[in-house]
């Protein structure tokens, strides 16, 4: 398997300069791509140092204490530190990002991995997930770069080349893009990269991969980074990060976070859409001569546990059965609005389609986004024709965000 080597081929990558014809064709061929010593020694002493500063517990995991035997992960607002967050930032990795997206790429994943000696590995598995805000997007990939070998005692991370091809095709109902089930490669079918300190790995949304224990005497660090093309937004929203995570990352910070602010995230509403002779209306409630969106309090629903907060379909879903007796199946980020002085709300998306019952209740205006723009004095918090017009509007490639619970059962079953 040919995988692009700047020592064996010759070919110049830099890294800063993107990616060779060569290695995007790689890419796109295999599901990944790794480019060798991308990253200098300074660069990789400065963010293990930094990494020392910040211990890898932000999770916490029954029956384990750091340092001792597990798998350990730094990420939620770790870019704080200019001196993890630099890394980010550093052209070795945006330039790459940017050939394999074909667009201005954007942070949904920030973390640094320690496996400790007697670490377990990790089964095969690939990581585009509906109900994460590090998998919703329907254009991402990974970025790894190893702090040290990842060799046969550490623990290979492997890969199965091809395994990247799931096909994505537009809903025939919705404004949104559906992904095939993926199939599982056989165990034979995953390849060692023989990843080594300084190298960087580029990985496709879908390719499977799996890591091996570690049974080494030292820890296995590696920065484990993912991006979205700006184009496709996660699902689900982006995770939150914090105004500090943007200071931290400089002036490239605006440009390479797709989201963040130092207000948080309060409540969350819906623009429901519907399309009747080819007029889009979006659901407002009308009372008190103000015109809302529904919806209700944002809350984390950790149905299954992880760190990736953000997404709030799960309540924005129980908020909308418990006043309009509707429950969409799946809802797609519209975006993330100042509320008041203090908070932001995050909107969600879905259309329903022809052949459903509908949605009715007292106080209920179908408008389209212009209708309700015209009554800017009427609008509650003042966003809500932006949303609307941004949802029916926006030229956005968007996938199907789901809940938690509906992802322990089957992603792909709406
Ligand atoms: O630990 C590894 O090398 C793999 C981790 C992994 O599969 C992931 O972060 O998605
Ligand atoms: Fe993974």
Redesign the pocket.
């Known amino acids: 398997m040919a995988l692009v080597d700047s020592g064996t081929t010759g070919l110049r990558h830099n890294g800063a300069g993107g990616l060779s014809p060569e290695q995007l064709a790689d890419f796109h061929a295999n599901g990944f791509v790794v480019l060798r010593q991308v990253m200098d020694e300074a660069s990789l002493q400065r963010f293990a140092a930094a990494a020392l500063r910040h211990p890898p517990v932000d999770q916490d995991v029954p029956g384990q204490t750091w340092p001792g035997p597990g ?1 350990w992960t730094l990420a939620r607002n770790a870019m704080a530190d200019p001196d993890l967050a630099f890394i980010m930032a550093s052209p070795e990795v945006t330039e790459p990002m940017r050939a394999v997206l074909e667009d201005d790429p954007k942070v949904i994943m920030f ?1 640094y ?1 320690d ?1 400790t000696p007697g670490g377990a ?2 089964p095969a ?1 690939n ?1 585009y997930k509906r109900w994460r805000p590090i998998g919703s997007s329907m254009r991402w990939a ?1 970025a ?1 770069v190893p702090l040290c070998d ?1 060799d046969d005692t550490a ?1 290979k ?1 492997e890969l199965a080349p091809g395994s990247h091809k799931v096909a994505h095709t537009p809903d025939p109902y919705a404004p949104v893009l559906n992904a095939d089930r993926p199939t599982r490669p056989a165990d034979d079918a995953f390849v060692d990269p023989e990843l080594r300190r300084g190298d960087l790995v580029i990985v496709d949304m879908h390719t499977w ?3 091996g224990a570690n049974s080494s005497d030292h820890h ?1 660090i ?1 920065l ?1 980074t993912k991006w979205c093309a700006a184009s496709h937004p996660p699902a689900t929203g982006y995770f939150p990060y914090t105004g500090d995570v943007a200071r931290a990352l400089g002036p490239e910070g605006s440009r390479i976070l797709g989201v963040s602010s130092d207000r948080p995230i309060r409540t969350t509403r819906a623009v429901i859409e519907r399309v009747r002779h080819d007029r889009h209306e979006v659901l407002f409630l009308e009372g008190d001569g103000a015109l809302t969106l529904p919806g209700g309090p944002a809350e984390e629903e950790r149905s299954i546990p992880d760190w990736d907060d953000g997404n709030y379909i799960a309540s924005l879903v129980s908020a909308l059965d418990e006043r309009y007796k509707v429950r969409p199946p799946w809802m797609s980020w519209v975006g993330d609005y100042d509320e008041g002085d203090h908070q932001r709300c995050r909107v969600y998306g879905y259309r329903v389609p022809v052949h459903a019952w509908g949605v009715q209740g007292e106080g209920v205006a179908w408008l389209t986004p212009e209708e309700a723009a015209d009554r800017a004095d009427e609008l509650a918090e003042g966003f809500e024709a932006s949303a609307a017009s941004a949802w029916v509007h926006d030229p956005v490639v968007r996938g199907k965000g789901v809940t938690q619970s509906l992802g322990r059962a089957d992603q792909y079953a709406c």
């Open positions: 798998r973390a991995y496996r590995g990790i598995h990581d990974f790894i990842f623990g991370l991969h799996r890591a296995r590696g484990f």
